[in-house]
């Protein structure tokens, strides 16, 4: 197994601890062998004026930035039920389908917690306060993975987004495959293009984990029409 990034790239660690801490004062780095955690308190800046302030943990695991970093609000604030898009201790920032666009490959550790995690907490805030989430977050689970796609494909009936997701979890795309669309037409003569794009934004296993989330004992409908050796 190799090492964890921050035993890889120790010169990326020391450069992101000044960058992020020079914001962030209060925002602590605690090294382990297989991950980095980042410690304190985080607050909400608008127009100069502090708005609210969180106690958090945000772990950067062994594979980051491959993999993203892991939220947590660790004062007992934010009770762990969807409705504040908190699964089991951890800050849902985004449906997972969406790093493509929130945070794409590049994206450092400084603009991931002026971003997403900043406009978690800064809707948090609004909610506690209102009873609305203020920048029109998806609903939570399986609801919120339908949301994303409805937007993204322009259409909102389950069954094609279920066919959508069942083409984009699988190992390779094959051209006879019938479209998700329901055209009846096969994918290389209908929408080979689209999918082969979404394929590149969303990997597989982000695609499998949903789908798996929407149907989580039905067997690929690619599979059963068309069959898995074909």
Not at 59 to 67: A, F, G
Not at 73 to 79: K, M, T, V
Not at 145 to 158: F, H, K, P, R
Not at 177 to 195: D, F, N, T, V
Request: proline fraction near 6%; charged fraction near 30%.
């Amino acid at each position: 197994m190799s090492r964890a990034w921050h035993r890889r790239e120790p010169e990326m660690l020391e450069a992101m601890k000044k960058e992020v801490q020079a914001q962030y004062p209060n925002l602590h780095f605690y090294l382990h062998d297989d991950r980095v955690e980042v410690r304190g308190t985080f607050p909400i800046i608008e127009d100069g004026e502090e708005l609210d302030r969180y106690l958090v943990d945000i772990t950067l695991p062994r594979e980051y930035p491959d993999e993203l970093p892991v939220v947590r609000e660790i004062a007992g604030r934010i009770a762990h039920h969807a409705d504040n898009h908190m699964s089991h201790g951890v800050a849902c920032l985004f449906v997972p389908e969406e790093r493509w666009r929130i945070c794409p490959p590049g994206t450092g550790f400084l603009e991931f917690l002026n971003n997403p995690v900043r406009n978690y907490f800064l809707g948090y805030s609004v909610y506690s306060r209102t009873g609305a989430w203020p920048m029109g977050q998806r609903a939570h689970g399986v609801a919120g993975i339908y949301e994303y796609y409805a937007e993204l494909l322009g259409m909102t009936d389950a069954a094609v987004i279920t066919e959508y997701l069942d083409c984009l979890r699988r190992k390779e795309l094959k051209g006879h495959w019938l479209c998700p669309c329901k055209s009846g037409k096969r994918i290389r003569a209908c929408h080979q293009l689209e999918i082969l794009d979404l394929r590149r934004k969303i990997p597989a296993t982000v695609a499998e984990k949903s789908w798996t989330m929407i149907h989580p004992r039905k067997k690929s409908s690619s599979a059963r029409r068309l069959g898995d050796s074909q």
